[in-house]
């Protein structure tokens, strides 16, 4: 029974690589179908989500499951709830993603972003999908140093999106105010979904340990500046 019991707990684990993944794989061809202005790609990303929100639906019920069959205690239960938690935040990232391809679709066959803004949007497609292969990649290895560098790295995606507002503050702004619009919708979703990848990485700190990140962060930098001096 009980190797059953932990069978099951590896599997939901399988579960939110899996999510991962595919939503990994979602926000990098909703970018190439916004900046394409790609429909078939669009159409494919949203039909896509379908399969995310299925995975979150069946761990979401694995987990309530094993709670109620096996009233695990301490790391067990840590590992239930806090699966439960990256599930909702992985099913949210694949609804950021298939945004993206949503406005690719209804701006159809125009393109969304004008062409100065092309490589922004695309190094925040591209940074997106790193985070979230890291982020998988913490799931998958329980590496708690790699789970903290995620917040650092999500830095440039916060530089990112302040990129594009200082685009849109510019005088010299001349694409209108419905792309401007699209625009600040689309940072909005790249930085939310950034920040996404980097919960998920923060969970996985929490299940390790039993400690918050930002609490193991703060322990972390003074003893950095202690070294320094």
Request: hydrophobic residues 45%; aromatic residues 4%; charged residues 30%.
């Amino acid at each position: 029974m009980r190797d059953a019991y932990h069978e099951e707990l590896d599997s939901i684990g399988d579960g939110l690589v899996e999510m991962a993944r595919l939503v990994g794989s979602a926000i990098g061809r909703a970018t190439t179908a916004i900046l394409d202005s790609d429909l078939k790609l669009a159409e494919a990303v949203i039909e896509a989500d379908q399969k995310v929100d299925e995975l979150h639906h069946e761990l979401e019920a694995r987990a309530i499951a094993l709670l109620a069959r096996q009233q695990p205690v301490a790391t067990d239960l840590r590992i239930v709830v806090t699966s439960l938690r990256m599930s909702a935040d992985l099913e949210r990232s694949g609804d950021l993603a298939q945004h993206v391809a949503k406005l690719a679709r209804l701006r159809y066959p125009e393109r969304a972003v004008p062409h100065d803004l092309h490589a922004t949007i695309l190094e925040m497609g591209q940074l997106a999908q790193r985070l979230m292969a890291k982020a998988a990649e913490v799931i998958i290895t329980k590496d708690v140093d790699l789970a903290l560098q995620l917040e650092q790295d999500d830095d440039a995606m916060d530089l990112l999106h302040r990129t594009l507002f200082q685009h849109l503050m510019d005088d010299r702004w001349k694409h209108g105010i419905e792309t401007a619009v699209d625009v600040t919708l689309l940072g909005r979703y790249y930085e939310r979904y950034a920040d996404h990848a980097v919960a998920v990485a923060k969970r996985v700190v929490y299940l390790v340990t039993g400690e918050h990140a930002d609490n193991l962060q703060a322990d972390i930098q003074p003893a950095t500046q202690a070294d320094g001096a």
